[in-house]
């Protein structure tokens, strides 16, 4: 499905991005309860973390949302702000969150976007790409991002946009890992979202996962980390802010965590879900629906402890190749675990058998993705791109640079097999994923633009084309299957070239 554009007026109201408006309902006797009952609201630190939602011109889906969070076990721990950026709808929206501030007797902040980033001189394609609706939601959230770690100066927020709901332990949860952030320097966020979240595939309520594919829709993050991330926030990401997030994960050494069974549910459809084949994966997932405070504290999430019980599972994983899936006599029928080695390009060929996310390898960790093998076998199935996971497989079953491995940059325009010929080499697309990292890039070109996400034949390359909203990017790709033969006049593409042979 083809992504649909938010309903909203243009930006014309300028002003500034730090403006906001403050929604208080006195707190009385009658409306004070006592700890951690759920609703007493009016005595949270000042040094709690912030829970942010982010909405648009969605007058009941913000309602909804707001409301049922603030219900939730935990709510009583967290300060609430509500993030508009439609200035032509803030009067309407203002008054949906002042009804719900009153109902549930407790102070709401709500911030105002009213302004974009300013045009760039001679970047026609990025100030084009300004109005678009994935522009507008990419500086919604650095607006967010920027007044909760910056002007309110909170040490943790939550992010959610309207369109989410959540399973009964959301806020524990947050509160539950929270410490993790202390503990592991390599941590960027706790996330309530699986993208394998499905019926066959998601089944322990209590099983988290670590992942360096920033996952989102309901997500915590920690200051530090913001100014981690803002140092290289993309003025131009075309594809979604949080794809280009993910292409940054690998650069900041960064892994977020993640639940087997989703805390948040997607009911939304807009610019980042098409409308109906997206709509429908969506409606399919499940939702935790977990006592708030059973998780535990994650401790095995750790990194060396975690690297440590993935290789034991990898080790003493029965091998199953992709050909053999939907056979009979199935190849899960006995106690496992299993291991399924795969390339790049067999994902799409593995996804609709297993039923994971459809067309990109989301969730992995190292290379490694772990679910459940059928609807009736709940042992452990690890899916290892070949690849990415070489350091955990043996070594038949992993693909490694060729020993005559060359990395050769193209002129402007032009293909890999052009490159790698001039160079007396031939240009392998088993190869180019080698290349195809934000490390790899910047040793080749300037991407003053930074590192982006893309989707293309060409892929990786550096855009050279100051007519392009991309320009000055250095364009990656996660799905897909790049090809040695092909070029783009605006880009430069960064090739992986082998000897020849025959």
């Known amino acids: 499905g083809r992504c649909t554009p938010r309903e909203a007026l243009p930006y014309g109201v300028r002003g500034s991005q730090s403006g906001f408006h403050v929604l208080k309902k006195a707190c009385s006797s009658r409306m004070r309860r006592s700890p951690g009952q759920v609703g007493g609201l009016c005595s949270v630190s000042a040094g709690a973390p912030l829970l942010v939602v982010l909405a648009h011109n969605r007058q009941q889906f913000l309602k909804d949302s707001i409301t049922a969070v603030a219900a939730l076990a935990g709510a009583e721990k967290f300060l609430f702000r509500v993030s508009l950026d439609d200035p032509s709808c803030f009067a309407e929206m203002a008054g949906v969150v002042g009804a719900v501030a009153a109902d549930a007797g407790r102070e709401i902040v709500l911030w105002k976007k009213t302004s974009m980033f300013p045009p760039v001189e001679g970047k026609t394609g990025i100030n084009d790409f300004d109005s678009t609706a994935v522009s507008k939601i990419a500086q919604h959230y650095f607006f967010a991002f920027v007044r909760a770690f910056e002007t309110e100066n909170a040490t943790y927020a939550v992010f959610m946009e309207d369109d989410l ?264 697309e088993s190869q180019l994923q080698f290349v195809n990292t934000c490390h790899h890039m910047l040793r080749a070109f300037p991407c003053e633009g930074g590192c982006g996400h893309e989707v293309g034949d060409d892929l990786p390359a550096y855009v050279h084309d100051e007519r392009m909203a991309t320009a000055g990017q250095c364009l990656l790709f996660d799905s897909g299957s790049p090809k040695c033969d092909r070029g783009h006049p605006s880009t430069t593409r960064l090739c992986g070239c082998v000897m020849r042979y025959g």
Request: some cysteine; proline content about 8%; hydrophobic content about 40%.
């Open 165 to 428: 709901r959540p399973a009964p332990d959301l806020l524990t949860y947050f509160l539950d890992l929270k410490w993790l952030f202390e503990a592991d320097s390599t941590l960027l966020c706790l996330s309530a979202w699986n993208d394998n979240g499905f019926p066959t595939l998601a089944r322990d309520q209590h099983r988290l996962f670590r992942t360096d594919h920033f996952p989102g829709l309901g997500w915590m993050t920690e200051r530090s980390r913001w100014y981690d991330v803002k140092s290289l926030w993309s003025r131009a990401p075309t594809t979604g802010w949080d794809h280009w997030l993910r292409r940054y994960m690998a650069l900041l050494h960064k892994q977020c965590i993640y639940p087997e069974v989703p805390r948040t549910r997607h009911i939304g459809t807009g610019t980042n879900v098409g409308e109906a084949e997206e709509a429908a994966v969506y409606s399919r997932m499940v939702l935790a629906d977990m006592p708030p405070g059973e998780l535990g504290n994650g401790s095995d999430l750790l990194p060396d402890v975690y690297a440590a019980a993935m290789r034991l599972l990898v080790d003493s994983a029965q091998v199953v190749q992709v050909p053999e899936i939907g056979r009979q006599p199935s190849p899960f029928s006995t106690e496992g675990p299993f291991l399924v080695p795969i390339t790049r390009e067999e994902y799409g060929l593995l996804a609709p058998r297993l039923g994971l996310w459809p067309c990109e390898y989301r969730g992995a960790w190292s290379g490694l993705l772990v679910v459940r093998a059928t609807p009736d076998n709940s042992a452990d199935l690890i899916v290892a791109d070949r690849h990415v996971a070489a350091a955990f497989l043996p070594r038949h079953l992993r693909v490694e640079p060729a020993l005559s491995f060359q990395i050769a940059s193209a002129a402007p325009g032009t293909t890999c097999d052009e490159a790698c010929s001039e160079l007396g080499l031939a240009c392998d």
